[in-house]
């Protein structure tokens, strides 16, 4: 009586298990098919992209200022990484300052909630409207021009949500315990800030900064609103627009000639790789933390 | 004998509440000069809130809502800067926790944040006082060079008191400093902790009662937030109140 008793059990327990793996199969299954989907559409994306551009990519095409018609996109590449500097000089301190205060909480906790928000409504908010708000503010009733503290400021506007969010998540994988105890040892907010979060953090906070960094760079929208265009080199920070690769990729496709879609093709072609290039070594650094 | 011991530390009517719960309520105890003083309880009875009022760690916590006062050498605390109090009132966590950096600069750390430039050898000095101290030095062979966090559990701990010791306070406070060691690192403590009110005054919090009987110079009972009995380390262990009894009788 008791060994069929057993014997039922078994049998059970094993139909249970055959069960579970059916379904383990087709999950694993359809996990494997969106992954496959989201590779065939990056690499064709990549293939695609780098075949045209490699093809019809020229020395004087790197090494010579243009207008997206005639002439080479250094102006554009210059341009890009000057907007991007310029809006991680705008965003990196207040992420950086936003992050202690959201970390070290001293508040009750509302204005916390509220910093929170803000970010997470900012991430949200297209960039056109930001490029817009830019335009009307910066632009127009500051006087700036198109230039590249409105474009600086436009990309940080979309950038600080980012930053701060990862140099939070970096400050949060400090023990608590020991910033307590730099505390104990009798140091104020600045030294804990600057002998603790920061150097701790900075390896998180440099992966932040490089995924900003790539996203930015391949803005357009805030841009064309606060950047302009310049078909040389900006001259200042104010009343001289700027050139970036984005506006290339946009303007070369819609202007009827080769020579302009072979431009946009290699902007793309740089924009790619050069945002591959960080991501992955924003991955490597992450992983090495 | 407690007449003819120095007061350091006051406390009067000390009250510590969140919004929800009342943590200490009204506690008054004094804590004597160059003397072990022992803080026991259950957990949960407010022990560690305790120590972190006295050098005004809790502060930092906005949830916290601090009154009553605190006199130390007869100076109310609200009145000395925090800086400056922590700095005379060390405290020593449970768990062990070197900063990142080398053995050096674990200790070095303290110094460096006071703002004053100290001169190489004199900061040198300083530090394998406190290494010594702390009976660390030896086992450090001299290699201050090796990171913190790579030393064992009971080194680590002696690292973090050879960091307290270093500022030269005048009170050091432990809070239960040998729950997360192995006997032979917890010995090693109690040793030090012996050795270390020759020099300072020492609170600890422990809910140990073998260490208590073994460094004990005064012991107080805190039952749920509420100062309840004090003694000597032998009058504590034989006291007739109830709560006592009920705590050693659990305790043990």
Redesign the interface.
């Known amino acids: 009586m008791t060994s069929s008793y057993t014997g039922n059990r078994r049998e059970i327990q094993w139909k249970k298990i055959g069960s579970r793996k059916l379904k383990d199969t087709i999950a694993k299954g359809l996990s494997y098919v969106v992954l496959g989907m989201m590779v065939v559409i990056l690499v064709s994306i990549f293939i695609y992209i780098l075949d045209s551009g490699a093809s019809h990519i020229t020395l004087t095409m790197l090494i010579t200022p243009g207008n997206t018609a005639t002439g080479g996109i250094l102006n554009a590449i210059v341009g890009t990484w000057e907007l991007v500097g310029m809006g991680l000089l705008f965003s990196l301190p207040p992420s950086v300052l936003g992050a202690l205060y959201v970390v070290n909480?001293?508040?009750?906790?509302t204005l916390s909630l509220v910093a929170r928000l803000f970010t997470d409504v900012l991430t949200s908010v297209p960039s056109i409207v930001i490029g817009l708000f830019a335009f009307i503010v910066l632009v127009q009733r500051l006087d700036m021009g198109y230039s590249l503290i409105a474009g600086g400021l436009a990309l940080a506007v979309m950038m600080l949500p980012y930053l701060m969010r990862i140099i939070e998540i970096s400050f949060r994988n400090i023990?608590k315990?020991?910033i307590?105890?730099?505390?104990?040892?009798?140091?104020?907010d600045i030294?804990v800030a600057s002998?603790?979060y920061l150097p701790?953090a900075k390896v998180g906070m440099l992966s932040g900064i490089l995924l900003a960094v790539s996203i930015a760079a391949g803005e357009t929208a805030q841009l064309l609103y606060s950047a302009g265009w310049n078909n040389n080199y900006a001259t200042g920070f104010t009343h001289s627009g700027v050139g970036y690769l984005t506006y290339v990729v946009w303007n070369g496709i819609n202007y009827p000639t080769t020579y302009s879609h072979y431009l946009a093709f290699v902007s793309a072609m740089i924009l790619i790789l050069s945002v591959t290039g960080l991501i992955a070594i924003s991955k490597y650094i992450g992983r090495r933390q | 004998m407690e007449e003819k011991v120095e007061k350091i530390i006051e406390i009067e009517r000390l009250k510590v509440e969140t919004k929800n719960k009342v943590i200490l309520d009204g506690v008054d105890l004094n804590i004597f000069k160059n003397c072990v003083n022992t803080i026991v309880g259950p957990s949960g009875s407010g022990k560690s809130t305790l120590l972190r009022s006295l050098n005004r760690l809790l502060d930092m916590d906005p949830s916290m809502d601090v009154s009553g006062d605190v006199l130390f050498e007869k100076r109310n605390i609200v009145d000395i800067d925090p800086v400056e109090l922590r700095r005379e009132i060390g405290l020593v966590f449970q768990k062990p926790n070197p900063f990142p950096m080398s053995v050096y600069d674990n200790v070095a750390f303290g110094l460096r944040i006071q703002g004053k430039k100290l001169k190489k050898d004199e900061m040198d000095k300083m530090i394998h006082q406190a290494l010594e101290d702390a009976d660390l030095i030896e086992e450090l062979g001299g290699n201050l060079k090796q990171g913190g966090t790579s030393l064992s559990g009971g080194q680590q701990q002696r690292l973090c008191i050879a960091r307290a010791l270093v500022l030269r306070p005048k009170v050091l406070m432990f809070d239960e400093p040998t729950s997360a060691l192995d006997p032979i690192a917890k010995g090693k403590i109690v040793d030090l902790i012996r050795a270390l009110k020759q020099k300072y005054t020492v609170i600890l919090v422990t809910h140990d009662m073998n260490l208590t009987r073994k460094v004990s110079d005064y012991t107080n009972l805190i039952y749920e937030g509420k100062f309840v009995a004090k003694g000597t380390g032998s009058e504590f262990f034989e006291s007739e109140i109830e709560e006592v009894r009920d705590f050693l009788t659990e305790a043990d």
């Open positions: 909480g001293r508040s009750n906790g023990p315990e020991q307590e105890n730099a505390y104990a040892l009798g140091a104020d030294r002998r603790i701790q």
